[in-house]
């Protein structure tokens, strides 16, 4: 199998113990036992999370990181990529992913699940997996009437909401493997 890679958005905030932080741990360990390779910002929160769990089942992680920042990478990183700006960062994290989830996240997540979305809705990247966890069910609904007044509905198929993490990989699973 050629390296399949989940793009994982998703807050800085969240400390080991947490239930955030523990439900992407989680979630990067069920995606690592399968063999994806874990792509997403590098640095604390659910992006350590998601990418210590994917080591703690033996997979590959990548952190796209931004040179601008004085922090590195968090220690579950196995390739740190270093973008000069916030810009490119976003460029590299959607071009690495096979598919995208997206975690519970605050304005930085949420211009992470806008731009995904508004690229495969313009046809400017095929359309890949793309999961959102529940925390952005109002967002997307709101968006998604908006795209059916707009006769866009199709649109609103491009995302899915989904909150339980083995139903989460089980979608990821059968569109890539």
Not at 50 to 74: D, L, M, Q, Y
Not at 102 to 131: A, H, Q
């Amino acid at each position: 199998m050629s390296e399949k890679v989940v793009t994982i958005f998703g807050s800085s905030k969240p400390i080991e113990g947490e239930d955030e932080y523990e439900f992407a741990r989680k979630l990067g360990y069920e995606l690592g036992k399968i063999g994806f390779t874990i792509c997403n910002g590098g640095y604390g929160g659910t992006m350590e999370a998601t990418s210590r769990g994917a080591k703690e089942a033996g997979a590959r992680t990548i952190g796209v990181t931004v040179s601008t920042f004085r922090a590195s990478a968090n220690k579950w990183v196995d390739k740190e990529i270093k973008a000069r700006d916030l810009f490119e960062r976003l460029k590299i994290l959607i071009e690495k992913g096979d598919a995208y989830i997206v975690l519970k996240g605050g304005t930085g997540t949420l211009v992470e699940l806008s731009l995904v979305w508004e690229l495969i809705n313009k046809g400017l990247i095929e359309p890949k997996p793309f999961v959102a966890v529940n925390f952005w069910a109002p967002i997307v609904e709101t968006i998604s009437e908006q795209l059916r007044y707009e006769s866009r509905a199709n649109a609103v198929e491009y995302i899915k909401i989904i909150g339980d993490i083995d139903k989460i990989v089980e979608y990821i699973e059968s569109k890539l493997l």
